[in-house]
């Protein structure tokens, strides 16, 4: 009777997540793009991240001079989607995996061992990008002069043009100490 109960209430709570009870509404405004260096990653290159409403086209690096620079690679992913939740412990795909040992895991009551699980879908175009320095030097030196364009859109509908300031460059790594001379003698 419990869970009879609870299922109402489960659903009044889901249908409260969108309007009407349907499916989500899509991205209405656009997330600052992420326009960086990779922690860890290469110190010559410029990572560009976006979640739009439309997909990436072009991303750009414009030197002080006017120099562009074009993105090596854009990678666009209309609609991404993540998995979520919890796997069931009885599940028997993972027991076929797992041999034995995950039957221990398992009780005889099979509503013990339920689990969520859901996917999670944004409605909306998940954009990725590289830029290669081309003169890691001069960039380190006049980085706050520099700018990124990013073109949004799909030809031949009309382009969407942003500019951003460019990142900052990323620390250089300390010196190692010097080796000390060994002693005469």
């Known amino acids: 009777m419990r869970r009879v109960m609870l299922l109402p209430s489960a659903l009044l709570a889901l249908s409260a997540c969108t309007p009407g009870g ?3 509404p899509p991205l209405a405004a ?43 690679w854009i990678d666009v992913n209309a609609r991404p989607r ?9 599940s028997p795909w993972e027991t076929a995996l797992a041999g034995t040992g995950a039957a221990a895991l398992t009780s005889p009551n099979a509503e013990a061992n339920a689990a969520l ?9 998940l954009s990725q990008a ?15 002069t520099y700018r990124v364009r990013l073109t949004f859109g799909t030809p031949p509908s009309e382009l969407e043009s942003r ?4 990142p ?18």
């Open 30 to 72: 656009p997330f600052e793009p992420q326009v960086g260096f990779s922690p860890g990653g290469l110190a010559d290159t410029i990572s560009i991240t976006a979640l739009d409403r439309l997909p990436l086209h072009a991303a750009e690096l414009i030197a002080p001079d006017g120099a562009v620079a074009p993105a090596n």
């Open 130 to 144: 590289e830029i290669p320095l081309p003169d890691p030097v001069a960039y380190r030196r006049d980085w706050a």
């Open 82 to 90: 993540a998995a979520t939740g919890q796997w069931v412990a009885n």
């Open 163 to 166: 500019e951003l300031a460019a």
């Open 168 to 185: 900052a460059p990323p620390p250089q790594p300390a010196a190692p100490p010097p080796i000390p001379a060994p002693p005469p003698g």
């Open 117 to 125: 699980r859901g996917q999670v879908q944004v409605l909306a175009v």
């Open 22 to 24: 349907g499916a989500p």
